[in-house]
């Protein structure tokens, strides 16, 4: 895909262009390098259209195989980047380089499994200098400095929970370029959860266990991304807790990043999340107005952008979401002012946000709207549902409605608890978990739940 836009572009390639870069950026990080260099790079963005993206695949197989394991992601990556329900169309151009058979006979193309000699080279821009530090992430920041300055001795493990796009990704590697730079010979490890998973799967399937483990259990130390993602893989968790016991009665350094909460992880096999809770657990929170003015003021400086303080903060204020998304904005102004070759100001910033984003802030449906339509699905009344009544059909649609409310709101249980009768925590925790194990047990009832979710939403 070029690089250079063309007045041939419409305005809506050009955002979708800009979006798929960011995507890419992302994807780089976290997806093992022949998945990326194979799957992922070669796909091309061609059409956007009222939520519908259209990109084309280099060959039945590729198209096939993004269909199955990360149309989702990219959906969701793109949602994003975009700030609206994406559904992705992939059209098929051209053929594989190999036959479909020799590919699908490669045992460990998807997930090569880590070696002894594997060599973990962090991102280079995801450095603590260039990490901006607030309110919202001090003590995240102060526990990943700590840990780079004494791997092994001090908060390990060092557990790191929030949601997407607030900065864990860039203190795990911040960890990383800390160590390298003071012993270059240190072995790290870096790997998604995903991809221990899909490593794991591989490496039994081919009787390479053992150099499996080897790679895991022979680092210095050990950086472990999206933990939740392997809440519900048994297997997997049974792998994990071994290869933390190992490393940590080793005396090396852990550093594990969620989107929870250890105590929140309820699939997650109790033995883990106890050990995972055994060293520092620390929370990075969205970022104030000031903190995200900060993030683009440093990120246009990387990029030689100039931007003042004024419109920073006039994009803090007004760009809803996290800061990826807010990212993004910033990389909308820079196109538009490439296309009209005006200095960045105010108004163009405002142009920007009234087209792509005032109404973004409102697209998240509010608690009666959930609850609303969680009564009409299960033909019960709004008051009974919040109300006192034990029945089980209310009990039911009543913890899905708590289990959407948390899932789209992030609200804290006391908050959510207020909302449905003045309940208390503990029972808006446990209305969540049981829904949660419900899902992961019964594929139909997990399509209802997602299916009301996207209702929700508009587009969706």
Known sequence: MSDQFTFDDNEAVIRLRCAWDQVLKSLSQDVPKSTYNKFLKPLTPVNYDDGWVEM??????????????????????LHEELGEPIHIELEVVGRERAPVDTVMSSPIMEAPILTDHTVFKPVAKYRFDQFVVGQSNRMAFAGAKAVAGAPGQKYNPLFIYGSSGLGKTHLLHSIAHEVLARDPRTNIAYITAQQFAEQFVQALQNNRIDQFRRAQRGVGIWLVD???????????????????????QTGKQIVICADRAPRELYLMDERLRSRFESGLVVDILAPDTETRAAILLSKAAAENVPLDTEVALHLAENVPGNVRILEGALAK?????????????VEMAESIIEKYYRNLAYAKPGVDQIVSAVGKYFKIPVDDIRGASRKAPIIVARHVAVYITREITGDSWKHIGNQFGDRDHTSMMHAYQKISQEMARDKDFSSTVKSLIRNLYPNG
């Open 56 to 77: 084309e695949a280099p060959g039945a197989f590729v198209a096939e195989w993004v269909k199955n394991k990360y149309l989702g992601r990219l959906e969701q990556l």
């Open 226 to 248: 999206d933990i939740q993602l392997i809440a519900n893989k048994d297997k997997t968790q049974e792998e994990i807790f071994h290869t933390f016991n190992s490393l940590h």
């Open 333 to 345: 102004l820079v196109v538009l002012n490439s296309i009209e070759n005006q200095p960045i100001s």
